[in-house]
């Protein structure tokens, strides 16, 4: 991909974070960053993530890429996201204190813009599993 198309849907990303901020600090959501969370298996819970936020993640991602190999998302550090600034819109908009339809709502508008990039960009729509996504390098890294 040519780097000012990339650089285009990088900017296009940091916009939708952007709005997601602004967006979930109206709900003034109470998080004591305890991490449990980010242990799919045992919260019991998934997210999911598209296209054009693995592509931000990947271009600014300061370490290697991590396998998921367990229900454990393996970017938790010691109870914290050690990829906080880029991690993915399911991760900044779920909190287990704010009210779940609002955050349902932020979450379809956010994969409405992003699938309209995909659109936009001729980018492969995917909207995968956060778990799926990180223990299948392969779908991202060939
Ligand atoms: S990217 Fe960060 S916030 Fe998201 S699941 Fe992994 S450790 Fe948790
Ligand atoms: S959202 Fe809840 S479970 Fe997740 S890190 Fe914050 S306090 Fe812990």
Not at 69 to 85: A, M, Q, W
Not at 114 to 136: G, H, T
């Amino acid at each position: 991909m040519p780097t000012d198309v990339l650089n285009e849907i990088l900017a296009r990303v940091q916009q939708v974070y952007d709005w997601l901020a602004e967006a979930i600090g109206a709900l003034n959501p109470v998080c004591r960053a305890c991490g449990t969370c980010c242990d799919f298996e045992n919260y019991g819970h998934r997210l999911y993530i598209t296209t054009p936020e693995m592509l931000y993640f990947l271009h600014h991602l300061p370490l290697d890429f991590r396998v998921m190999t367990d229900g454990v998302c393996p970017y938790r550090e010691n109870g914290l996201c050690g990829v906080y600034l880029y991690r993915f819109a399911a991760c900044r908009i779920f909190t287990c204190t704010s009210d779940p339809r609002r955050q349902h709502q932020l979450s379809e508008e956010a994969i409405r813009r992003f699938k309209e990039l995909c659109v936009q960009y001729d980018l492969p729509y995917r909207y995968i599993d956060l778990k799926y996504a990180l223990s299948r390098p392969e779908l991202w890294l060939a």
